[in-house]
């Protein structure tokens, strides 16, 4: 009886759990990548424990791969050669980590899955608890498959009604942190239901568990039904909510949503597009662990057909993963971006956080899909970023300043 | 222990004191030399141990890099104080052994620069015209803040002795 997290913590302990309680509980999988990685490694050298259960331990390189530096390819080394001592094969370097986790099916509905990442919350949209830790917290988990948790209270986001034409999973999370705030779910889980979320592919519902941590939430929920059981290839288990108990509830009228843009310097400083649209933009990122999926990918590929990149705009496109990727090829769309003169890089994290290729400069305006618009964050504290759907991305990328798809001229 | 007062605002995040550009290392003196590199870059210049950082909300949001409240501890400062924490941000410097206070009032009554006492243990903050009391770490945390960090603790017994409480309570 309780919230989704209520239940499966429950579930998952043979005893009821309630908000506040704090439990030790055992893990399904721990992942770390590139990073955080190596202090995750040092933490568990310095235990002087055997490993945990090889199986369950994930890295992922994808924060600076392939490595730009001798530094990061120093990182790298640590990793592998970790690895193969404790003949850990769950070593991959294919995209952004929490897109891995999902295409390998390492996170499950019902499961409880721990990451050395923010926003290793996007799992959620599968109905599984997961949760961002440091490498300490994580470096513990290698040692002994446990954690500890104070079980959280819950925010619940009902979204009634659908969202209309040309409004995303994106444009709701960005809504709804403007409304809670950037610390407005600080502690607690936030569950995602109602109409809109319920008509959402696993892709979307993904976007708003990933957002959740920019808020401050513990963890992003999704009940998992028919579509996460598609998805997960797993058997389907219920955690609908019994009698619960919210915190707060925020009811959203999806209707009435408009393509909303996070603007410099937080996240929860959103405007309608009206408000911001014609901003000169320098440099357009369409990817991320929020936006990068196949979904994503088809919706900048439908405004990019037949059109081409504005000259003033450096436009970047970083699929998820490498099976998006393949995908993606399949489908036409990384010919598409080519064409219309998109840089298309390597799956991972791309420019999302000014470490690799795409950093921009003082003084610059970058409109991202990603997550963050701190001061600094994708390269010099003195540009400004913003924040949008992969819709708005690929048509201001048209036009070189912030753009509603809406208003693009048809293709001659 | 007394030090000196670095103020800073609302919303600090890990990407304002370790940007991600300085953190590709392990290194303690790397981290140590990039802390609040860009957003207050006097900090490390002039850092002397027993000084404290103070700030508004939601310190240590963003990333759950754990290099930004290394950072923070390798410049040996008493602790940091904020009005509130990220959760990741203030579960990763309680893991290391940084100390860290809540209070809602601190950013607003001191200045920059004011000589400050602080207490890590019981929260206690006081200056020279007064004192404030925040908020020390309490439940499990203290428990790994009474061993030192959480390797310490675990170290020590593993999860048995937490269990053990939480079954009493």
Excluded at chain 1, 23 to 46: C, F, K, N, Q, W
Excluded at chain 1, 272 to 281: E, K, R
Aim: hydrophobic share 40%.
């Amino acid at each position: 009886m309780g919230t989704i997290t209520e239940e499966l913590f429950s579930r998952r302990l043979g005893h009821a759990v309630h908000a506040g309680d704090t439990v030790i509980a055992e893990v399904d999988v721990a992942m770390a990548h590139d990073v955080t990685g190596p202090l995750a490694i040092e933490a568990y050298r310095s235990l002087d424990l055997p490993l945990w259960d090889a199986s369950r331990i994930v890295f992922n390189f994808d924060h600076v791969m392939p490595a730009n530096t001798v530094a990061a390819a120093e990182l790298h080394r640590v990793i592998r050669e970790f690895c193969v001592e404790h003949s850990i094969t769950n070593l991959f370097a294919e995209g952004i980590c929490h897109q891995v986790m999902v295409d390998r099916r390492l996170a499950q509905p019902g499961g409880i899955v721990v990451g050395a990442d923010s926003h290793s919350t996007t799992y959620g949209g599968l109905g599984c608890f997961a949760t961002g830790l440091g490498s300490t917290d994580i470096g513990v988990v290698f040692a002994t498959g446990k954690t500890w948790f104070r079980i959280p209270k819950t925010v619940r986001i009902e979204v009634r009604g659908a969202l209309p034409r040309g409004v995303y999973a994106k444009d709701l999370a960005l809504y709804v942190i403007a409304q809670m705030g950037a610390d407005g779910a600080d502690y607690c889980a936030v569950e995602w239901g109602g109409e809109a979320v319920a008509a959402m592919t696993v892709d979307e519902r993904l976007t708003l568990c990933n957002l959740s941590t920019d808020f401050g939430a513990k963890t992003g929920l999704v009940e998992p039904d028919a579509i996460t059981f598609e998805h997960s290839g797993g058997e389907p288990i219920d955690l609908h909510p019994v009698r619960p108990d919210y915190a707060r509830t925020l009811v959203v009228d999806a209707e009435r949503l408009r393509p909303q843009v996070a603007v410099h310097p937080s996240i929860d400083n959103v405007h309608d597009i009206d408000d911001v649209s014609g901003t000169p933009l320098d440099e357009v990122f369409i990817g991320s662990c929020t936006n990068g999926r196949l979904s994503d990918l088809a919706i900048a590929a439908s405004i990019f057909s037949g059109r081409t990149v504005h000259p003033r705009t450096r436009t970047v496109v970083v699929p998820a993963s490498r099976g998006v990727y393949l995908e993606a090829l399949s489908a036409g769309y990384i010919e598409t971006f080519a064409l219309a003169g998109a840089l298309v890089l390597n799956p991972g994290c791309g420019p999302c956080l000014g470490r690799q290729h795409g950093v921009v400069g003082p003084g610059e305006r970058v409109l991202s899909t990603s997550n963050r618009n701190y001061p600094g964050r994708m390269g010099s504290p003195d540009a400004q970023i913003f924040l949008a759907s992969p819709a708005v991305a690929a048509a201001s990328a048209l036009t070189g300043a912030i753009t509603d798809p809406a208003t693009l001229e048809p293709v001659s | 222990m007394s030090g000196r007062v670095f103020l800073l605002g609302d919303g600090v995040s890990t990407d304002a004191i370790m940007p991600g550009r300085y953190n590709v290392t392990t290194d303690p003196d790397a981290l140590r030399r990039s802390c609040l590199i860009e957003a207050r870059p006097d900090f490390v210049q002039t850092v002397q141990p027993g000084d404290v950082i103070v700030a508004g909300r939601n310190f240590g949001c963003g990333s759950s890099r754990e290099h930004a409240p290394l950072s923070i501890k390798r410049n040996a400062v008493a602790a940091v104080i904020a009005a509130s924490f990220a959760r990741i941000f203030y579960r990763n410097a309680v893991n290391i052994g940084l100390p860290v206070i809540r209070c809602a009032d601190a950013h607003r009554v001191l200045r920059d620069g004011d000589e400050v006492t602080v207490d890590a243990l019981t929260g206690m903050i006081t200056t020279a015209t007064g004192t404030l009391h925040g908020e020390p770490p309490s439940g499990v945390a203290l428990r790994i803040i009474e061993a030192g960090s959480l390797i310490d603790l675990i170290r020590r017994g593993g999860w048995s002795a937490l269990e053990e409480e939480r079954r009493v309570s």
